[in-house]
């Protein structure tokens, strides 16, 4: 079983910044890539960002230059660190971990982002 547990979501004013967390657990879990998602009122999930585990990362064209991922590979817990954030922006924002090796693809429970104008 892995568990996959997203923090650091809240209300901001736009312009402000947030730092996501989120740590993926389990007995033997490696991971492959670690990313996020989002889904805002009325709309689809939609890509945001994600890292693989040697480092690369790919990002939405509406976060780049504005959002960045970073890892701690020991703690299986990557970060999603949110600048000059926009009404736009908000959303539940929802982590995944991939398992090395696998197409196996677990979800958290997602965090609310809010951003005022």
């Known amino acids: 079983q892995v568990q996959v547990e997203e923090s650091g979501g809240g209300l901001v004013q736009a312009g402000e910044s947030l730092r996501l967390s989120c740590s993926a657990s389990g007995r033997t879990f490696s991971p492959y890539a670690m990313g996020w998602f989002r889904q805002a009122p009325g709309k689809e999930r939609e890509f945001v960002a994600h890292?693989?585990?040697?480092?690369?990362?790919n990002y939405a064209d509406s976060v780049k230059g504005r959002f960045s991922m970073s890892r701690e590979k020991v703690r299986n817990t990557v970060y999603l660190q949110m600048n000059s954030l926009k009404p736009e922006d908000t959303a539940v924002y929802y982590c995944?971990?991939?398992?090395?090796?696998?197409?196996?693809?677990?979800w958290g429970q997602g965090t609310q982002v809010t951003v005022s104008s």
């Open positions: 890292i693989r585990w040697s480092g690369d990362t």
């Open positions: 995944h971990a991939d398992r090395a090796g696998t197409a196996q693809r677990y």
